[in-house]
C-alpha cells in the first residue's frame, strides 16, 4: 500500500510569508506527529495527532506554527510569517496507534528554505 | 519528561569493522525505545525497536541493540559493517504518547 505522502517535497519562500505543507497519512493510522529536522539538531518534536485532536502541541516553536487535521486523515502544517530560522525539514510520520509502542512511517519530508 | 542522548555525533569505521552506536535515555516512566535509519536523502526507517521482553532486540541488515534498564541504555551494535551501512542513525524513546529522538549518529564506514 501507499506509505505517508508529503507535499511539496520542496518549497522556497521569502521571509514574512506564510505556508502550508501537508500529509497524508498511511490509511488508517489513527496517529500522525510533525517533526523538524535541522542541520545538526537531529528530530525536533513540533505536535502529535490522535485522530483529529493534538493532545500534545508542546513543540510548536511559536505561535507563528500551527496544524490541524481534518477527517482523521490529512494534517497541514502552517507557518506565518516566515522566518529564516524555519528553513529545515518538516517530517510527518504515522502510526497505527498514538500508545507509542507501534512502528511510525515517515513521509520523505518538505524541505523547507526561507531567503 | 524524557530525554535520550546520542554521545557521538559521528563514527568512522573501516569496512567489515564492527561498531557500537552509543544511546541512553531518561525517563520517569517505562519506555519503548526504537532506532531509526536514515540512508543519504531518503526518510527515516525503522532498524528496530525494545517493547518488553528480551533485552537484546534483533533488527534488519544484521543490527541488533540491547536494552540495559540499570543503565538507560540501548545501544546499536553490528559485527561486521557494509559501505551500505553508511547512514545516519537516531536512537527514540517513547513513553506510550510522545516520541523523543536523540541528535543522531552519522556512521560514515571507510573501505
Known amino acids: 500500500g501507499a506509505g505517508v505522502s508529503q507535499s511539496p517535497s520542496n518549497k522556497v519562500t521569502e521571509k514574512g510569508k506564510d505556508v502550508e505543507l501537508r500529509c497524508d497519512p498511511i490509511s488508517g493510522h489513527t496517529a500522525l506527529y510533525w517533526y523538524r529536522q535541522s542541520l545538526g539538531q537531529g528530530l525536533e518534536f513540533l505536535i502529535y495527532f490522535q485522530g483529529n485532536s493534538a493532545p500534545d502541541k508542546s513543540g510548536l516553536p511559536s505561535d507563528r506554527f500551527s496544524a490541524e487535521r481534518t477527517g482523521g486523515s490529512v494534517s497541514t502544517l502552517t507557518i506565518q510569517r516566515t522566518q529564516q530560522e524555519d528553513s529545515a525539514v518538516y517530517l510527518c510520520?504515522?502510526?497505527?496507534?498514538?500508545?507509542?509502542?507501534?512502528?511510525?512511517?515517515f513521509g520523505p519530508g518538505t524541505r523547507l528554505t526561507v531567503l | 519528561a524524557q530525554s535520550v542522548t546520542q554521545l557521538d555525533s559521528q563514527v568512522p569505521v573501516f569496512e567489515e569493522a564492527p561498531v557500537e552506536l552509543r544511546c541512553n535515555y531518561s525517563s520517569s516512566v517505562s519506555v519503548y525505545l526504537f532506532w531509526y535509519v536514515q540512508y543519504p536523502n531518503q526518510g527515516l526507517q525503522l532498524l528496530l525497536k525494545?517493547?518488553?521482553?528480551?533485552?537484546l532486540v534483533k533488527g534488519i541488515n544484521g543490527f541488533e541493540a540491547e536494552f540495559n534498564k540499570s543503565q538507560t541504555s540501548f545501544h546499536l551494535r553490528k559485527p561486521s559493517v557494509h559501505i551500505s551501512d553508511t547512514a545516519e542513525y537516531f536512537c527514540a524513546v517513547s513513553d506510550r504518547v510522545k516520541v523523543t529522538f536523540g541528535t543522531g549518529t552519522k556512521l560514515q564506514v571507510i573501505p
Open positions: 525494545y517493547l518488553s521482553g528480551s533485552t
Open positions: 510520520a504515522s502510526s497505527s496507534t498514538g500508545t507509542g509502542g507501534y512502528e511510525q512511517f
